[in-house]
């Protein structure tokens, strides 16, 4: 079936640079798409969506960016601090917004 | 937001045996859903629990192995049943409380021997 994936398993990013984590999708009926964080023990975590009628949308620290032409979002993290060493998420639905497809994962690690 | 609350958080089974997990969510959710997570993978959906009928099971999961229950809107139970070393993993627990966002439990980590 149609899925969701991630371009990098673990990305390494030195404490207050910038992070950007990548992510292809490849159903073109999604509508929605939303980033989460998994720490060490623990469930997702929500942190950001964006709709398909949008291209790019802020929130704190993080900003999510859409590009429909080529199936391909990205989440960027300003100013990356310890705590946002995790797992990240993205995934997709489509038409009902309820079941959610999620795609492979990038470890983050940042380097103190 | 909701508050999702898992237990057990660990077991450690025998093979041929079953576990009852459980969902506690602090507040209605519309959706209930059952996830499985291979340690270092993603999240694979089992079931959608329904309130007083059948889950709906995704393509490679059966009711005979992993019934579901929803008596009502705030909680859920997934049985692993028959369980094999094949059947170690996470199982997670969400509550979908808006367009595509779902509040997750802290997962129940299942060893079997």
């Known amino acids: 079936g149609e899925s969701v994936g991630l371009h990098l398993p673990t990305l390494s990013v030195q404490e207050g640079d910038n992070s950007i984590i990548n992510c292809a999708y490849s159903?073109?009926?999604?509508?929605?798409f939303i980033w989460y964080k998994q720490e060490s023990g623990k469930g997702p975590q929500f942190i950001i969506d964006?709709?398909?009628?949008?291209d790019k949308r802020q929130g704190q620290r993080v900003t999510v960016l859409l590009n429909k032409t080529v199936k391909h979002l990205s989440l960027q993290i300003a100013a990356t601090q310890p705590g946002d060493s995790a797992v990240y998420f993205c995934?997709?639905?489509?038409?009902?917004?309820?079941?959610?497809?999620f795609g492979t994962g990038t470890k983050l690690q940042v380097i103190p | 937001s909701a508050v999702i609350s898992q237990k057990p958080s660990r077991d450690i089974c025998q093979r041929g045996t079953s576990l009852t997990i459980q969902c506690q969510v602090d507040?209605?959710?519309?959706?209930m859903f059952w996830y499985r997570q291979q340690p270092g993978q993603s999240l694979t959906l089992i079931a959608t629990?329904?309130?007083?009928?059948?889950?709906?099971?995704e393509s490679g999961f059966v009711i005979d192995k992993f019934p579901i229950s929803r008596p009502n809107l705030t909680f859920s139970t997934l049985t692993v049943s028959n369980m094999s070393p094949e059947d170690s993993s996470i199982y997670l627990c969400?509550?979908?409380?808006?367009?595509?966002?779902?509040?997750f439990g802290a997962g129940t980590r299942l060893s079997v021997l």
């Open positions: 995934a997709e639905t489509a038409g009902g917004y309820q079941k959610v497809t």
């Open positions: 964006i709709r398909s009628n949008m």
């Open positions: 969400s509550g979908h409380a808006g367009v595509g966002i779902q509040y």
């Open positions: 629990a329904n309130q007083g009928s059948e889950a709906t099971y």
């Open positions: 507040s209605q959710v519309t959706m």
């Open positions: 159903n073109s009926a999604s509508d929605y």
